[in-house]
């Protein structure tokens, strides 16, 4: 029996929708866990936090991804080194803002992939 190809077209559809509904939401929790890693960061300058980014939300084999990272040379020791932080800020600023957030990324993934219309 022959694939009709208004079948191959909705779900050409519901696959493009899919996966815009995965990148809106890995993007939106990104810029969360961003804006979390900022506040936790340690202060000094305030440089390190204003260093604070994300990369574009892209997929690649199945695989959607956002990097979040702090641009300044010293941003790794700062987060994986227990310095002493008089002006507040945390060591693992980043991955307790990752680790805070798992269940919004799951929930917003959730929020995002009701909305399609199949």
């Given at each position: 029996m022959p694939i009709r190809s208004d079948t191959i077209k909705k779900r050409w559809q519901i696959d493009a929708a899919y996966n815009l509904a995965i990148?809106?939401?890995v993007s939106r929790t990104g810029e969360l866990v961003r804006g979390e890693a900022v506040r936790r960061a340690p202060i000094d300058t305030s440089a390190l936090r204003q260093?604070?980014?994300t990369t574009e939300t892209y997929s690649v084999a199945?695989?959607?991804t956002v990097g979040i990272y702090?641009?300044?040379p010293y941003a790794r020791r700062q987060h994986e080194e227990n310095y002493n932080h008089p002006k507040g800020g945390e060591q693992y600023?980043?991955?307790n803002a990752l680790e805070m957030n798992k269940i919004t990324l799951l929930s917003e993934i959730k929020k995002q992939?009701?909305?399609i219309k199949l």
């Open positions: 990148k809106t939401a260093s604070g980014d199945d695989v959607t702090f641009d300044l600023y980043l991955k992939l009701a909305v």
